[in-house]
């Protein structure tokens, strides 16, 4: 009896040390962009890492298999430009009532690490860590905004004594964690003060900043903000915003957006509720110019008209004739080399298994900007499955799941916990 029970206990250990995976994503097409990865693989993870990428890994070597053929596996989606702060209660403002909290809306989207771009401001920075950052499952990071309240309203940003670049410096040395920027945006006045504190702040963080134009004035023009005033890796975000000059009398790209590219000047797209035009982004693809960052600038106006999600938004830039895997790079690498994070955005073995499986579905689609314009495509996009830190945190088709009726009668009840009473007779 005792040889038997050590010999059980020794099939065990070697069945146990046969399947040092976690879990294993079977069949897929892996799109890597960092590592230059585009071709069917297999992904295992063990330890919420990702443990190896190959060609034809053994089911048998894990503890769980999900197929995934006929699907896209990629790096968690990067979304460097969205808005958080929904626990101030603040009525009608970005730092309120039209963020959102990141968890609802990050992983069915496919997204795992977050931006927050810019709704708290130096003043209330710390409350926004303690009530939304640090209770998230989505990876989140920050903007600090150069206003001291932040987006607590328009008219909280034009106050010019609220832009204090040694407070916002301060911050994001002390949250160097999380902090990956700064943030100037709905700037009215016709000067440049707003974005030269925020540039100030940045140089001496020595973190990014990122511009929402706001208010397009003619002595600030647009050309001279990303020719002149921000530095190699600072951001202009809503790039594609109808106010921002793009195509000329000729048809042709303005030829200031290539010095500005040529300066190291970032184009993100931060689509939102009002900030995306396709008559400026269909020509800038046609001819070359991608965007550096797709983003979404998700918030409670934007994410149920328009721009809805990030897949969304990615189909967006596919069916203007973007090839998959430059989509892919500008929603995961590159967003995580902007915010200098290269920790994130990619699947090489040893790194955080924050994963995404996408389908790309045949069929006639209808997209529209943020102003009332419309396309058609043949492509969507979907998120099937999102992993964070190796925890299946959307399973779009149950892909996890098992057949119940194979799970016996007693499934579901908790041991020790649960006893199934049938009623008397």
């Keep these: 009896m005792k040889a038997s029970a050590a ?14 995976y976690d879990l294993l994503l079977k069949d897929g097409h892996v799109i890597d962009p960092k590592n230059g990865v585009d071709r069917p693989m297999d992904v295992a993870i063990a330890d919420g890492k990702i443990a190896a990428i190959g060609a034809d ?47 609802g809306f990050s992983f069915r989207s496919g997204v795992t690490t977050m931006v927050d771009a810019g709704t708290a401001g130096w003043r209330n920075f710390e409350t926004f860590r303690h009530t ?26 034009q106050v010019q004594s609220e832009f204090q670049p040694d407070q916002v410096a ?19 006045k016709p000067d440049w003060n707003s974005v030269d504190r925020a540039v100030e702040a940045g140089k001496a963080a020595n973190i990014p900043v990122m511009v ?30 109808a106010s921002v000059p793009w195509i000329d009398e000729e048809n042709k790209i303005y030829e200031y957006l290539h010095r500005a590219r040529a300066r190291g000047v970032k184009f993100d797209v931060g689509h939102g509720a009002g900030s995306f035009v396709l ?7 046609k001819q070359g110019f991608y965007p550096d960052s797709i983003s979404t600038d998700l918030h409670v106006l934007s994410m149920n008209i328009a721009m809805l999600d990030m897949p969304t938004t990615m189909s ?17 690498w590159n967003p995580a080399l902007i915010i200098r994070r290269p920790e994130v955005g990619h699947l090489t073995v040893g790194a955080a298994a924050d994963v995404t499986v996408l389908r790309v ?5 209808a997209y529209a900007d943020s102003k009332g314009g419309q396309m058609r495509g043949t492509q969507r996009i979907f998120c099937e499955l999102t992993l964070r830190e190796g925890r299946i945190a959307w399973d779009w088709n149950a892909r996890a799941g098992t057949d119940y009726k194979t799970l016996g009668p007693d499934y579901g009840l908790r041991p020790g916990i649960d006893v199934l009473v049938p009623p008397r007779k």
């Design 316 to 332: 967006k830039f596919l069916n203007m004739g973007m090839p998959l895997k430059e989509v892919i790079l500008r929603s995961t």
């Design 361 to 365: 579905s045949g069929g006639d689609f």
């Design 170 to 188: 301060r911050l994001a040395a002390k949250h160097k964690d999380v902090v990956v920027g700064v943030k100037t945006a709905h700037y009215e």
């Design 7 to 20: 010999a059980l206990a020794c099939l065990l250990a070697a069945t146990v040390a046969a399947q040092p």
């Design 132 to 157: 939304v950052i640090d209770r998230a499952q989505t990876r989140v990071f920050a903007l600090i905004n150069i206003a001291g309240l932040g987006m607590s309203t328009n008219a909280a940003e």
């Design 279 to 285: 008559r400026n982004a269909v020509p800038a693809i």
């Design 57 to 103: 890994i053994n089911p048998v070597q894990a503890k769980q298999t999900i197929d995934v053929k006929g699907l896209y596996v990629t790096p968690g989606l990067v979304d460097i430009h969205v808005h958080l702060f929904a626990t101030t209660g603040l009525k009608e403002a970005w730092a309120g009532d039209y963020s959102v909290l990141p968890d």
């Design 212 to 241: 929402d134009f706001g208010f397009f004035v003619v002595e600030r023009p647009y050309w001279q903000l990303v020719t002149e005033r921000l530095r190699p890796g600072d951001i202009s975000t809503h790039c594609y915003r």
